[in-house]
């Protein structure tokens, strides 16, 4: 079976909250029969985490903290993982930060802290964890990141977190290339707009909400679900020959002019 997971123990960074995509994804995982490793940032999100987790039936979770901005989080975080479950075969990460004050008005006002804050938390990370992670990879693995259509065109109160997501795109390019001769795969999934805790920070969300309703091909808005089935589907066989390569989960929003 080239979709089962069976067998598989897949970390999840990520998850805040039941409305989260890392939340989506853990659960399409979890149909498709992997073991789980939750990561989690801030002793505030653990309650969640768990929580969430005590639903999905007869899932061994593990749950570890991990906060991507510090070099010694995420040594200890896989150092614990290698502890407990030796080998990892997938990585979901779906971690991004940029100030309110970012992701509204002119890009032009950016500062440079808070473009450094952005840029190291939701680009840098996935080059800190995939050095880390690749090591418990012995068996090939698969590597997965959630980006937007904003890192590859101008798309309003976007701002810093397009020129975020862009440097992210990027990475996950040069990361397949190096990380491809020992078999593990660099993907990201581009995914449309969904009301999530993140979302909350971007300046009038709910208009690219509708304006998705109003004119992708499919007329209406994604769920963390679809996102979660393709990320399934990445983790699985069924993509074994896809890297750097970025899949768009928007209802075909990005092929209109
Ligand atoms: P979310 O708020 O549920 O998830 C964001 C996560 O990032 C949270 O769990 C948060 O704890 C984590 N995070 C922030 N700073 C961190 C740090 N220093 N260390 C570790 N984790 C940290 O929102 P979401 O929308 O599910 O976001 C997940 C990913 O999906 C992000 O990369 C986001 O840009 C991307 N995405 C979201 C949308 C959308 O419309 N919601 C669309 C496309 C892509």
Not at 151 to 159: A, T
């Given at each position: 079976d080239l979709l089962s997971l069976q067998g598989k123990n897949?970390?999840?960074m990520g998850v805040a909250n039941q409305r989260s995509i890392a939340w989506g994804i853990a659960r399409s995982l979890h149909e498709a029969g992997a073991n789980l490793i939750f990561t989690y940032a801030g002793e505030r999100l653990e309650?969640?985490?768990?929580?969430?987790?005590?639903t999905l039936e007869g899932q061994q979770y593990r749950i570890f903290p991990c906060d991507v901005t510090s070099d010694e989080d995420i040594a200890s975080c896989f150092g614990a993982i290698k502890a407990e479950v030796g080998t990892i075969h997938g990585l979901a990460h779906c971690i991004a930060f940029a100030n309110k004050d970012d992701l509204k008005g002119e890009f032009a006002d950016t500062s440079r802290d808070g473009f450094a804050l952005s840029l190291d938390i939701s680009a840098y990370s996935l080059t800190a964890v995939a050095k880390v992670a690749q090591e418990l990879m012995t068996e090939g693995g698969s590597i997965v990141t959630l980006t937007y259509l904003g890192?590859?065109?101008?798309?309003?109160?976007?701002?810093l977190m397009g020129v975020a997501k862009a440097a992210l795109e990027a990475s996950v390019k040069y990361l397949a290339n190096d990380l491809g001769q020992r078999n593990i795969r660099v993907n990201s999934i581009s995914a449309g707009p969904i009301r999530t805790l993140s979302a909350k920070g971007i300046g009038d969300f709910n208009s690219i909400l509708k304006e998705i309703e109003e004119k992708a091909p499919m007329r209406r808005n994604v769920t963390q679900e679809e996102v979660g089935d393709v990320a399934t589907f990445l983790m699985s066989n069924l993509s074994r020959g896809i890297t750097g390569e970025n899949i768009h989960v928007d209802s075909g929003y990005?092929?209109?002019g």
């Open positions: 897949i970390v999840v309650r969640n985490v768990r929580d969430l987790a005590e890192g590859e065109r101008v798309v309003k109160n976007y701002n990005h092929i209109l």
